[in-house]
C-alpha cells in the first residue's frame, strides 16, 4: 500500500505537475489567444494599413502616370511652343531684314529724288535761263521779221517805182524813137 501510497502521491505529485503544467499550458494558451487575438487585431490593423498603403500607392501611380502624362503635354507643349518661338523668331527675323532693305529703298528714293529734284531745279533753271533766251531770241527775230518785212515793202516800192521808171523809160525811148522817126521823115520829106 506504501507502494500504492507512493504510487498515489507519486501519481498526485505527477497530477499536480501535470495540473501546473496544464495551467501554465492553459495560461500560456490563453496568452497565445490574447497575442492571436492582438495578433489578428493586429494583423486586420496590418491589412488596412496595407490596404490603405496598397490604395495610396494605387493612388501615387496613378497621379504619377497623370504627372507623366501632364509631363508629355506639357513637353509637347514646350516643344510647339519652343517650334513657334522658333518660327516667329525666324519670321521676326525675316521681316527685320526687308524692313532694313525697306528703309534702305527707301533711303536711296528719297536721295534719288533730291537729286532729281536738285536736277528738276537745274532743269528749271537751265530752261528759265533757256527760255530767256528763246525769249530774247524770238523778240530779235520778230524785230528782224518787222525789219525784214519793212525792208520787203520798201522793196516791193522800189519795184513798184523801178517798173514806172522802166516803164517811162520805154515809153521815153518809145517816144525817142518816134520823134527820131517822126524827124527823118520829116528831114526825108523836105
Request: net charge positive; charged share 35%; aromatic share 2%.
Amino acid at each position: 500500500m506504501k507502494a500504492l501510497e507512493e504510487q498515489l502521491s507519486m501519481a498526485m505529485t505527477l497530477n499536480q505537475e501535470k495540473d501546473a503544467e496544464v495551467t501554465e499550458l492553459q495560461k500560456q494558451l490563453k496568452q497565445q489567444s490574447q497575442k492571436e487575438a492582438a495578433s489578428g487585431k493586429s494583423t486586420k490593423a496590418l491589412e488596412a494599413q496595407v490596404e490603405r498603403h496598397r490604395r495610396a500607392a494605387e493612388a501615387a501611380r496613378a497621379a504619377l502616370a497623370a504627372n507623366e502624362q501632364q509631363l508629355k503635354e506639357l513637353s509637347k507643349e514646350a516643344a510647339k511652343a519652343d517650334k513657334d518661338r522658333h518660327l516667329v523668331e525666324q519670321e521676326s527675323r525675316t521681316r527685320n531684314v526687308r524692313l532694313q532693305r525697306a528703309l534702305e529703298e527707301v533711303e536711296r528714293y528719297k536721295q534719288l529724288l533730291q537729286e532729281v529734284k536738285s536736277q528738276g531745279q537745274e532743269v528749271r533753271d537751265v530752261a528759265r535761263s533757256d527760255h530767256s533766251r528763246a525769249l530774247a531770241e524770238l523778240k530779235r527775230l520778230e524785230r528782224q521779221r518787222g525789219e525784214l518785212l519793212a525792208v520787203l515793202r520798201k522793196q516791193a516800192k522800189l519795184i513798184d517805182v523801178l517798173r514806172r521808171q522802166r516803164a517811162h523809160l520805154e515809153a521815153a525811148r518809145l517816144l525817142a524813137f518816134t520823134e527820131d522817126e517822126f524827124m527823118r521823115t520829116l528831114d526825108t520829106g523836105a
